[in-house]
Every structure is written in structure tokens, then in C-alpha cells.
């Protein structure tokens, strides 16, 4: 049980005031944007909620929003069951073990515009393996740069080669954890392997899975830099994703109320989905 | 026994194969990379590596990164303990909530910050330096390591607090001489995450800076850019940048499972 001990916020006070610095301030100056107008020279118009509306009802926003959508679904949905189909294959021990963990881990600390160029040579169709492989040898046309498909393609082989050892480096966290006494009850009770599998070893894993889950969910719904590198968006407007299309009116339009406006409405969209599948994942446990 | 095997050795050469191909293309030269396809170079050249430790342009960029990551594990990992140990061990006003909101910082969109960041740090005079992007990067990599050494401190009975205080020890000389000793895994996985989202972002350590402080992978993009199309001289670059990263996991190889976990199995 902990102790009730109000000095303990001298404790957490250095934590604080660092990333209030960094969030509070920077939120604040995007609060101030949204709701005002400029004619450039630094004059400033209070517009009300104008902008919000704006954002909420233009075709732009909700066809970036329905990209981001379908992207991270598609991430989700190969990226979960593919990583926990490879940490169930995976040796319990054993010289192996640290060697698949390594090699495993190794897209997760390459720098991410380094991930988006890699794919980049990798992918091109003349004289990259992939794009190669694709159009020569097995005679599939592929051009990632004049076909939205093969994009989205490269896009999404891309996020499933970089962060599926994430979900797997969990998944297997919560396999090793569990005891080998359960899988002898298992065996003298008969059990079959899809029973072990739904009764002893999701449920072991289902706290690491709730921490992949929302790291998958947080970090592909704000994916920036490698698409922007690979793709920059395209061919057309085909793969630009929520943050694309927020830096391209941000920096690229320099549109400071609408960017600000549609910041906000980003980060509130990832938070209630953030939260609506912690408050599912965590429902049954007590409190 | 004999499929799951299949399963992961097919696994890791797919994610072999990429960097693969990036490694050959670090030695072959500009010639053969633009005159077509080839699985294998013909010719090994080392220009590339050359031309990267021979131009300060390049070599600075490492070092640069390597800085600025540093600085920010050391203040993300030395804030985050104290922090942490007030979170596994008191109950205090707000506490939840806080703990909470610091999580909600991790799952800001990069690119909401990025034009209020640079204003920000522009004037308090922090821009292009390493410890402003140091920083920054707290904003996401504080909450982490809180989160993760929360997770290893909790494992620790609480009997030990109570014995070091029937024993008379004070609580800085406790917290430092008997409680850091029993969670150093945790430290070092906290220290890891730190450096490996710290060198791996790229959005707020490129927009902060423009010349003294730029990052390896961003002098990478720019020059890319700027000399004409030198696939041979980005795939090393590119190479480089994954070194320092396969060294760190190689150190914390056996923690690492648990690592992922955020000590929370």
C-alpha cells in the first residue's frame, strides 16, 4: 500500500516543469493561432471558432483523415497478429534467443528519414532489389511514384518491416513470463494448442499486448518523416497522411489558423481513440 | 518445431533485406549504381566511406547527433527517478492525473509541435544547439522513462525503504547507496528507450536547427539534395547511422525482452 505523502510533489517537480515547458508553451502558441487571423506584419484578428469550422467541413481534411485511418487500421491489422504469430514461433531459450532479439530490434533504432531513404533505393523499379524483383522477375508492374496502389504498398511493407519487431519484442516479453507449470497442466488436461494458445498464453499476454497495441496505434497515427521521405505524399494527394498534409499547410502555405485549428483537432482525435482502447483493453481489470 | 523455425528465419530476412541492399549500395560507384540493376557490386569502392570521414560537413553531423542524445538521456533518465520513485511509492494529490497527462505528451503528433517549438526555442536563444533539441526531445522520452523506471521500482519490496530507515540511513544516501544499486536494469532499459527515441526522431531535431547542432540524418537529406542525386554517399551515410543503434542493443541484448515489457510483465 503507498503513503499518503503530499511532499512527494518535490519529487516529480523537476519532471514537471520540464515537460510543462515543452508541451504547455507550445500548446498554448497553437491555441493562440487557431483562434485568430492574420494578414501578415504580425496583425492579429480574433476569428472565433472560425477556423475549427473550416477544418471540420472541408473535403481536404476529412480525405487526409480517411487516408490516416485506413493507414493505421491496415498497420493494426497485419502488424498485431503477424508479431504475435512470430513471438509464439520464437525459441523460450537457448544461444538463439538474443540473436533473432537483436536482429529483430535492429529497424527500430535506424533514424526514421534513414528508414524512408533505405526504402527509397530498395524500392526504386529500375535498380532497386524490390522494385526489380517485382517488375523482372516476377513480372508484376510496379512504380511506387506514378501508382498510388504500389504506394500505398511501399508505405505499409514499409511500417510492417520497421515496427512489427515492436509487437513481437512485447508479445514475447509476456510468453516468457509465464510459468512452465502451466503448460504441464495443459498437457495432462489434453488441451490442444488453440486452447493453450486463447486460455494460458493471450491472457499472459494481454497487458504487454494493450502496451503494443497503443504504441502502434500513437506512433502510426502520427507518422511523419518516413513517409514524407519515401513518397512526400504521392503520386497526387494518394498517400498523404494526417501529418502531411499538416506541415504542407503549416510550412508550406504558412496557413497558421487553419494548421493550428487542425492541430487541435488532431491531437484531440488521437487522444479519445488512445483512451477508448485503453478503457476496452483494461475493462476487466480491477482498478 | 520444423515451421516455426521457417517462420522466423523468413522473418529476419525480410527485415535483413533492406538493410541489405543499402549495405551494397554503399560500396558500389555512382557509375554502376545509375547503370542498372546488379545483386552484387562489381567493382568495391570505399569513396563513399571516405568522402563521409574526411568532410567535416559529414563527420560533424555525428557527432552532433551523438551530443545531443546524450545530454538528453542523461536529464530524461537523472529527472525521471526521483519522479518515478514518488509514483511507486506515495500517494499524493493529483497524482493519477498527472501521471496521465505526462502520457498524453507522448502521443502528440510531432508535427503540431514542430512551428511552435522552433518560435519557442528561438527565443529563449536555444535554437541550433544541442541542448535545445536535448530538450525537446524530453517531451516524449521523460514520460517514457518515468513510465518504464515506475514499472522496475515497483518490483522492489517496500520492506527495503523500511530496514534502511530502521538502520538510520537518510534518504538521499538510501535512495542513491542502496535503492539506485537494486533497479540499474531499469535504469539501463530507461537509458536505452531514451537513446533510441532520442536517435531516432528526426521532425523537431531538424526543424531546431540549422547549421552548429544538425543531425547526421538530416546533413544526410540536405546533402543528398543539394549535390545532385549520390545514392552511393547516402547509403553510406545511411549505414552509419545504423552502427551506433546495433551497438546499444548488442550491450542490452538480455534486458531487452523486458525492456519492451517497461518492466511491467
Known amino acids: 500500500m503507498r503513503t499518503v505523502n503530499q511532499h512527494a510533489w518535490w519529487f ?19 491555441v493562440n493561432y487557431s483562434v485568430q487571423e ?34 493505421t487500421g491496415l498497420i493494426l491489422l497485419i502488424e498485431v ?22 536482429l529483430m530490434a535492429l529497424p527500430l533504432l535506424i533514424p ?21 524483383a517485382l517488375n523482372n522477375w516476377l ?43 502451466y503448460y504441464q497442466a495443459a498437457k495432462i488436461d489434453g488441451a490442444r494448442p488453440w486452447a493453450v494458445f486463447r486460455y494460458i498464453q493471450l491472457p499472459k499476454m494481454k497487458r504487454v499486448l494493450t502496451i503494443a497495441i497503443l504504441l502502434r496505434f500513437m506512433d502510426s497515427f502520427n507518422i511523419y518523416t518516413e513517409v514524407s521521405v519515401l513518397t512526400g505524399g504521392g503520386p497526387g494527394n494518394s498517400t498523404t497522411l494526417l501529418s502531411i498534409d499538416l506541415v504542407k499547410i503549416a510550412l508550406g502555405q504558412f496557413d497558421l489558423g487553419r494548421a493550428a485549428a487542425m492541430s487541435l483537432i488532431y491531437f484531440l482525435i488521437t487522444l479519445l481513440v488512445s483512451w477508448i482502447f485503453y478503457a476496452v483493453m483494461t475493462k476487466d481489470e480491477p482498478s | 518445431m520444423k515451421l516455426r523455425a521457417i517462420a522466423v528465419t523468413v522473418y529476419i530476412l ?7 541492399w543499402l549495405v551494397i549500395m554503399s560500396f558500389k560507384t555512382t557509375n554502376e549504381i545509375l547503370s542498372g540493376f546488379s545483386p552484387w557490386p562489381q567493382v568495391w569502392t570505399t569513396a563513399s566511406y571516405r568522402t563521409i570521414f574526411t568532410d567535416p560537413t559529414w563527420y560533424s553531423g555525428y557527432i552532433n547527433s551523438i551530443s545531443y542524445v546524450t545530454i538528453n538521456t542523461a536529464i530524461s533518465v537523472v529527472a525521471a527517478l526521483p519522479a518515478a520513485y514518488a509514483f511507486s511509492r506515495y500517494r499524493f494529490l493529483g497524482d493519477k492525473h498527472l501521471f496521465f497527462w505526462l502520457f498524453t505528451n507522448r502521443m502528440a503528433p510531432a508535427a503540431v509541435f514542430a512551428l511552435p517549438f522552433l518560435q519557442l526555442y528561438y527565443a529563449i536563444g536555444l535554437f541550433d544547439t544541442h541542448l535545445g533539441v536535448a530538450l525537446a526531445h524530453c517531451l516524449f522520452n521523460i514520460p517514457l522513462a518515468v513510465w518504464i523506471l515506475e514499472g522496475f521500482m515497483s518490483g522492489v519490496p517496500k520492506e527495503l525503504d523500511e530496514t534502511a530507515y530502521v538502520d538510520g540511513y537518510a534518504f538521499p544516501r538510501f535512495f542513491l547507496t542502496i535503492f539506485i544499486p537494486n533497479i540499474k536494469a531499469g535504469i539501463g532499459v530507461a537509458a536505452f528507450f531514451c537513446f533510441m527515441f532520442s536517435w531516432v ?65
Not at chain 1, 496583425?43 to 485511418?69: K, N
Not at chain 1, 497478429?81 to 537483436?102: D, F, K, N, T, Y
Not at chain 1, 511493407?157 to 520497421?162: F, Q, Y
Request: proline letters at 6%.
Open chain 1, 12 to 30: 516529480v517537480l523537476p519532471v514537471l516543469l520540464l515537460v510543462a515547458f515543452n508541451a504547455l508553451v507550445p500548446l498554448m502558441t497553437v
Open chain 1, 38 to 71: 492574420t494578414f501578415g506584419n504580425n496583425v492579429f484578428f480574433w476569428s472565433g471558432l472560425r477556423w475549427f469550422e473550416d477544418v471540420m467541413t472541408s473535403p481536404r481534411f476529412h480525405a487526409a483523415l480517411g487516408r490516416q485511418l485506413l493507414f
Open chain 1, 81 to 102: 497478429p503477424l508479431g504475435v504469430a512470430i513471438a509464439l514461433a520464437m525459441p523460450r531459450s537457448g544461444p538463439w534467443v538474443s540473436v533473432c532479439l537483436v
Open chain 1, 112 to 132: 526514421w528519414n534513414v528508414v524512408g531513404a533505405m526504402w527509397n533505393i530498395f524500392a526504386l523499379p529500375d535498380i532497386g532489389l524490390l522494385g526489380y
Open chain 1, 139 to 181: 513480372g508484376i508492374p510496379y512504380n511506387y511514384t506514378q501508382n498510388p496502389l504500389a504506394a500505398w504498398f511501399t508505405i505499409v511493407l514499409m511500417d510492417v518491416w520497421h515496427w512489427t519487431s515492436l509487437v513481437v519484442l512485447l508479445a514475447y516479453a509476456g510468453l516468457v513470463s509465464i510459468p512452465d507449470a
Open chain 2, 14 to 20: 525480410f527485415l535483413m533485406l533492406p538493410i541489405y
Open chain 2, 201 to 265: 526522431e528526426m521532425l523537431l531535431s531538424k526543424t531546431l536547427t540549422s547549421v552548429q547542432a544538425k543531425p547526421i540524418a538530416a546533413v544526410m537529406t540536405r546533402t543528398a539534395s543539394t549535390s545532385g542525386y549520390e545514392l552511393g554517399l547516402l547509403a553510406a551515410a545511411g549505414v552509419l547511422t545504423i552502427i551506433p543503434g546495433a551497438i546499444v542493443i548488442w550491450f542490452v541484448r538480455n534486458y531487452i525482452a523486458k525492456g519492451f515489457a517497461l518492466g511491467r510483465v
